[in-house]
């Protein structure tokens, strides 16, 4: 509550001291409004303790000093421009530096395979014997674990080992792998100028790094990993969509859905039991949205199974796939009211991709309608929201949390200046909702910390405050798909961190520390 | 009309003819929340008589065909890149053919030297006897008119027909004045990455153009020029932010802000006399905000003289320039409340820019509060409206009308698809709201049609048709500066115009010669 005050004490002086002739009513009404305003948006009735406080001011010094470096000298403001040229700016922020180290509660929105850092995928998996590789007539690389290699296919494999050592120098082979998998370009403007083109790339890196993951071994320890970065970078709680591929062995023989929710549930138990500190991970079973109707039923039909099943791990039911090319909610609707029309009706939770499209009133614009006619639980994406009045109404009431990604809305094309997101409306009239990072492993970014980063600096005002963040860490809990007993024990377990943080902040003077801050 | 019912003609095959077992009662629901939608957006009470669904037709089959030209075959989509580069794509449109043939109402917020083509200043103006030019040091183009020039500057004065001639190509040479003048350029990211880069530039538009304008007899042709321009591209009625500077003759003599504001009376005058279906134009006199505060109230003392002595024509006072850099509303407030505080009170009506800026919670955003709270008529730009909900609140109570200037917004730097700006979100909850062109001559762009076609291709969804642009139109006279019984006259005359308007598309098959609907 640094900033209304401070602004107050601005005008006071600027009245008091300058101006002459204002009636007072006009400042206590100026007051009113930006008060209301302040209180009105995310986080704004949070109060912080001293300590808080203490920390809030070094957060606030640093935050304006890097606003005030792009307002007033012309520095690049890093919200404003791709991800891909801001991330080496940010990596040296001050704010990034504190936003690393703060417990930020869960990432609710993520996907089976892109969690993991691209940098650990090549320097760990691509170095385990039986990992092939080969370029396909377009020259897109690809890989998979064999025996055997194939030679009868177009695309000629060969170790990976055997062509790193052909390229003599390992280590920058293993960079060029990262940068041929990863859709980082220097000038994404002109390498993808619409929705369609980067969607194009980033269908790549699934094909590339899938051969990898879809190894049994692989899977399970793709997903061990990515329990790792994300409690690195300080997150507590990870849902995950996950397709529940079927995986191979390398003796031929194959895995199906069952074992990979099963692997999932086993490693997460595993890991939580050595680190009391996470709280642990939930899976959100998906579907793609370009199977033919025939298809649909037998996923529904599945997913019900599961859920009896592994009502502790297995929360619900998406869609994914590029929304604007995929079918419509609307085209699958009778399977997905299937589980409401049994008899006794079965309740499938659905955390429904919808709205993450600059298409108005398409019909792909509409799954924002048909996502909450079918009692969606929360909103993936959820872009074009604010187009639907009616949508936007009923969420409210609801309490429906939308899943923002921005960074991943602005590699993928949706938006530019993060300045210009449309969850800065929703921030600031505090819209039920949680920030998440879609992808980080195919843009390089951390499991959470440069999304949070991002919404802080680019979705909010200069005056906006740890209040935003703390409640960003709460509502993902809040908006979780615990149940509410695991949802009181992961608060607890996320405030002791939360409360060390800050301690460790204001006692060990770490703001000294911070680059930038105190220099 | 058409849209919603197309759209619920195809979900009622979806559902008959290929969906089984969904309730009736969720189709209705999702048609209860579409067409709530569908009404609840600017435009969307009106109802299109039997000519006007027709002429709706012939739009929204070219609408469809464009957008679905770029979401489809990934051809550019011309909202979602800069005006510099969509201009030509536009003007091959069949939409913008039809938008540049409809009345389209009044443009309320058009600055008095960036309103007339650059085309008629370089190839009329500059022709003028005793017209001078020379380049700054710094390369920039600067023009005057002497009966003698100095010799004692930096800058080399020579006349322009000179210059002319010793080029050896009058055309070239003109396309390279406009060229020099306008602030286009090919790749206007790298140009001007940031906002206070292209100000610059912009900047340096009416450094060159002032020179011209301000020459008494050039003030008084531009201002017929404008009304000319705006005329021939369909505008019916104009209000312009002016200055009203000092102007020179050729003997040297000068003349003050009231010849200035005589002389656009009179020009308006005889225009309409000449031109019984031109509605007619009005003044708002602007200040610029970078005056130190003790030269403000001279300037309100003025607009207070000026308003009582022409009151038919002389409608109120703003605060000019890049608001990003300016002083703010609340840096002048007591010359603003000055007359509000006379005895008895002066009502000196207000017509502030405000919310020009993609920074939020700073003190220039905050002239969004101080606008209100000092009763403004209307809102310039308003882009960062969005992220102040109590202000949403007022004006939306108040009736306060936001001029959005969607082109200029764009090409000044603070978003780059147009189908993020913020009144997207304006539009779909019918806000209070009209389209203008703030500054049309920078860019090259017609006087309004431009920036109707980016409104409705860009900030508007598939199915928003001619009642969007019908109620565009009806809202710049109900929003405008005229009173009660203007306003009756105007829309009087605007509605025959616009009934001519369908007439003739309808009547005459003109729809025939549409380029691209036909073929």
Redo the contacts between chains.
């Keep these: 509550m640094d900033?209304p005050v401070l602004q107050i004490g601005?005008?006071c002086f600027?009245?008091h001291g300058?101006?002459?002739?204002?009636?007072p009513e006009?400042l206590q009404?100026?007051k009113h409004?930006?008060d209301?305003?302040e209180r009105?948006r995310l986080g704004g009735t949070l109060v912080l303790n001293a300590k808080e406080q203490k920390v809030n001011a070094v957060l606030m010094a640093a935050k304006r000093k890097e606003?005030e470096l792009?307002?007033d000298t012309?520095k690049?403001?890093p919200p404003?421009i791709s991800f891909f040229q801001a991330k080496k700016l940010i990596d040296h922020s001050a704010v990034f530096s504190i936003i690393k180290r703060m417990p930020k509660g869960g990432a609710l929105h993520t996907h089976d395979s892109s969690i993991t850092s691209l940098d650990w995928l090549v320097t760990n998996v691509t170095y385990r014997p039986h990992c092939y590789m080969c370029y396909t007539e377009s020259g897109d690389v690809m890989f998979y674990f064999y025996a055997k290699p194939p030679t009868n296919t177009d695309c000629h494999w060969k170790t990976v080992a055997s062509q790193r050592q052909a390229s003599g120098d390992a280590d920058r082979f293993d960079q060029q792998l990262v940068r041929n998998i990863s859709i980082i370009v220097d000038d994404p403007?002109s390498a993808y100028?619409?929705v369609?083109?980067v969607w194009k790339k980033f269908v790549k890196y699934f094909q590339a790094v899938n051969g990898l993951l879809n190894h049994a071994p692989v899977f399970r320890d793709y997903w061990r990993q990515a329990l790792e970065e994300f409690r690195h970078d300080n997150v507590q709680y990870l849902e995950v969509r996950a397709l529940l591929p079927t995986t191979y062995e390398l003796d031929g023989t194959h895995h199906g859905a069952e074992w990979a929710l099963n692997t999932y549930r086993n490693v997460t138990r595993e890991f939580v039991a050595e680190h009391p500190d996470f709280i642990g991970a939930k899976l959100i079973h998906s579907a793609v949205k370009f199977i033919n109707?025939q298809a649909m039923l037998p996923n529904v039909k599945e997913a019900m199974v599961f859920l009896k099943k592994y009502p502790d791990f297995y929360k619900g039911f998406d869609l994914v796939g590029q929304e604007?090319l995929g079918k419509t909610l609307?085209?699958y609707?009778?399977d997905l009211?299937?589980p409401s029309?049994q008899n006794p009706p079965v309740y499938l939770p659905y955390f429904f991709h919808a709205g993450e499209t600059?298409?108005?009133?398409?019909?792909v614009?509409?799954n924002l309608?048909?996502a909450?006619?079918l009692n969606t639980s929360r909103i993936g994406h959820g872009f074009a929201i604010?187009?639907?009045?009616?949508?936007m109404k009923i969420i409210k009431q609801r309490d429906i949390a939308v899943e923002v990604n921005p960074i991943s809305n602005q590699v993928l094309g949706?938006?530019?200046?993060l300045?210009?997101?449309?969850a800065?409306?929703l921030i600031?009239?505090n819209y039920p909702l949680v920030i998440s990072s879609d992808d980080p492993a195919v843009w390089e970014a951390t499991p959470l910390s440069h999304d949070f980063y991002e919404a802080f600096m680019g979705m909010?005002?200069?005056?906006?405050d740890l209040t935003f963040l703390k409640q960003l860490a709460i509502n993902s809990i809040k908006y979780s798909a615990m149940n509410q007993q695991e949802k009181q024990a992961a608060m607890k377990l996320w405030q002791r961190k939360w409360d060390m943080f800050i301690d460790a902040t204001v006692h060990q003077h770490y703001y000294i520390h911070i680059p930038g801050i105190m220099g």
């Design positions: 900033g601005v005008i600027i009245l300058m101006v002459s002739g204002v009636p006009y009404k100026r409004i930006i209301t305003e009105q606003i792009s307002r012309g690049i403001f404003a403007s100028p619409t369609d083109a109707k604007g609307l085209y609707l009778d009211l299937y029309q600059d298409w108005e009133e398409t019909q614009d509409d309608v048909d909450i006619l604010h187009k639907h009045p009616q949508v949706l938006v530019k200046d300045r210009n997101h449309a800065v409306l600031a009239e909010t005002g200069e005056q906006t």
